[in-house]
């Protein structure tokens, strides 16, 4: 049996595009709650790995998730920002170092001026990001913070057949730096240790045969763990990973950010494919002496569908 591990990214409610019968009731407000930052088709790539988990079973040897863990008051939260007018800050704006040098944009605590800027300065001195001002979301202990139901509902039942715990990765909760990826932050803190390079996980990938990566959103948190994976485990590493390309989406905005990942990825020796692809790897992985019935999927779990129209190609290939 080859050891195949599943990565899967960030497969929580605020990320999810779910329909109305996936909401639950908020008492507080008296209505239903909502995902913050809904990525379109995210629903639907989470029914897709949450059959492909159920059809495979123990041909998966290992799962691993990221969770996304925010306190209200972050860097990248409009809480923590007002304008030189003393406005509140909207969502999806971005601010960079010089703006806030220039008044345009300011920490609402004066206080928090000097490190905010050193922040600015570091982030954008990497040359990966500019900071985005996100709505809250996957606030800790909030529902948005919780991993999608029928996704849930499958790794459970993998867990119950193979006596294996899914590993539970939380990123986020350090309010200084944004942290995208499940292998460390864009601007590591000295003095935290949660932001900084992920070793033990890391080796934990390279001991894998395979590494299916699915998950959300691809222009964001899979491309930064990815990118980060590829880095750390080296280039000889690379053709172990797979993207599952129906089972990732990008932010809405950010599809060319999306697409010329894919192309780098794929340039550096990382397959793309589809849960299609995998499936028959899966199956032809569970050992010969299994005899383990699985539960049927959730009613709200369909099969594949031929017609999708995700790609294992990245768009102008």
Not at 146 to 174: C, F, P
Not at 230 to 252: F, M, Q, R, Y
Request: charge should be negative; charged fraction near 20%.
């Amino acid at each position: 049996m080859r050891k195949i591990h599943l990565l899967i990214i960030d497969p929580q409610n605020d990320f999810c595009d779910l329909p109305e019968d996936y909401l639950p009731h908020d008492p507080v407000n008296n209505k239903k709650s909502s995902p913050a930052l809904p990525v379109a088709g995210a629903h639907a790539d989470m029914q897709r790995l949450a059959r492909l988990i159920d059809r495979t079973g123990t041909g998966i040897a290992d799962i691993s998730i990221t969770l996304d863990s925010h306190h209200r008051l972050d860097i990248a939260h409009p809480g923590f920002w007002y304008t030189a007018e003393r406005q509140a800050v909207t969502p999806f704006t971005q601010i960079s170092a010089a703006e806030v040098r220039a008044g345009k944009y300011l920490p609402r605590d004066p206080q928090a001026l000097p490190r905010t800027l050193g922040y600015l300065d570091a982030l954008e001195s990497a040359g990966r990001y500019q900071l985005m001002v996100w709505p809250v979301h996957c606030e800790i202990g909030n529902w948005g913070q919780n991993v999608h139901a029928d996704l849930r509902a499958a790794y459970n039942r993998w867990e119950d057949a193979t006596q294996r715990i899914v590993t539970k990765l939380s990123k986020g909760a350090n309010p200084w730096t944004e942290h995208y990826s499940a292998v460390m932050a864009e601007v590591p803190d000295a003095e935290d240790p949660d932001t900084q390079l992920n070793q033990g996980f890391i080796d934990m990938l390279a001991a894998a045969d395979q590494v299916l990566i699915a998950g959300e959103a691809g222009s964001h948190c899979v491309k930064a763990s990815t990118e980060h994976i590829v880095e750390n485990l080296g280039a000889h590493h690379a053709h172990k990973l797979t993207l599952i390309t129906d089972c990732i989406s990008p932010v809405g905005g950010f599809d060319a950010q999306y697409q010329g990942f894919l192309r780098d990825m794929q340039a550096q020796g990382v397959r793309l494919a589809q849960s299609a692809d995998v499936l028959p790897e899966l199956l032809a992985n569970i050992p010969a002496d299994t005899n383990i019935s699985y539960s049927a999927c959730s009613p709200h779990t369909p099969d594949n569908k031929n017609n999708e129209t995700h790609s294992t190609q990245p768009a102008g290939k």
